[in-house]
């Protein structure tokens, strides 16, 4: 019985999607609920598993296609072999001796790598007629240029003679034209839509970031062993944020027509940085969570979001945003707001700078805090208001336990 792999219930907002990488090739056994491929959206990944055991009978979209909600990407044989010939898909299309249409099928394997593959190849310098491919029609895919780097004939290849006497015909002025992926596309859009949609400025301030320091040195491992977290530096921003919310209301509103929405809750955006691109999960009701519960669930977030993992009501929602560039060595920033959100608070790097205190000088670890906020909605006394609330709090961090 040949079943009909189609492309899941699409999430609301996304008209279509790309296929982006096939796990398995025509021929090829395959399990219960074992993902054959995945289709990505501007928002999410979604896996598409094997609904039976069989063989994967025939790709009918292959890497890199656009397709929509339902339709018709593979076929799977339940209950077949591997190696069993197969009555839908003749044998004679499998093994034509024609050799024009091998060779239509390698052209068109070259110019339609799928954005997957292109990068892969881009990163490690490869050209696609060095890696063999094992796809439909000799496409290359994700697994081929894995194994090829996995046993060394990159590097091996690279090292030879032959590939050092191409190199100078290359110069250095050569280009790469990679596809943009989907999420790419959508982040470029939603930075577009921002600046052009928002009267955006930006207000900065500084915060010693020594008294979090010592908390952290004196409590790290105690606070790791009772809750199996170790204890960072987000926590205490996403809770002193949330504090300065509940004094600035308006901060944490937002502008919905001629109408300002103001949220009584408080969820809170993280902007992380994964493979695919920039994405800004929420944490939700951070006002009800503790330390712990934020470290706990930053990480979570964190590794979905490596492993593409993350849901659509995720990365929906949320009425604040954090993004800490520090991680990455930023020593102060811009940063965008995150529509339909008022403002983004940017956390630095974190460091030692002589600072006057008490008329004398000391060595102490400085961070720049920088809030961009709609200026049609969130005005001067307000803005900085919210800043130096949360730059208090940060230097003070048992107002943040004691509630004062």
Known sequence: MTIEILVPDLPESVADATVATWHKQPGDAVSRDEVLVDIETDKVVLEVPAPEDGVLEAIV??????????????????????????????????????????????????????PAVRRLLAENDLKADQVKGTGVGGRITREDVDA???NGAGKAQAASPAAKEETPSLGHRSEKRVPMTRLRKRVAERLLEAKNSTAMLTTFNEVNMKPIMDIRKQYKDVFEERHGIRLGFMSFYVKA????????????????????????????????????????????DCDRLGLADVEKGIKELAIKGRDGKLTVDELTGGNFTITNGGVFGSLMSTPI??????????MHKIQERPMVVDGKIEILPMMYLALSYDHRLIDGRESVGFLVTVKELLEDPTRLLLDV
């Open 61 to 114: 979209e292959v890497e890199g296609a656009t397709v929509l909600s339902k339709q018709l990407i593979a076929k799977l044989k339940a209950g077949a072999v591997a190696g069993e010939p197969t009555q839908d898909v003749p044998a004679s299309s499998e093994a034509s001796p024609d050799k024009r249409h091998t060779a239509s099928l390698s052209e068109e394997q070259n110019d339609a790598l799928s």
């Open 148 to 150: 090829f780097l996995k």
């Open 241 to 284: 944020v949330v504090e300065a919310l509940k004094r600035y209301p308006e901060v944490n509103a937002s502008i919905d027509g001629d109408d300002i929405v103001y949220h009584n809750f408080f969820d809170v955006s993280m902007a992380v940085s994964t493979p695919r691109g920039l994405v800004t999960p929420v944490l939700r």
């Open 337 to 346: 707001i995150n529509p339909p959100q008022a403002a983004i608070l940017g």
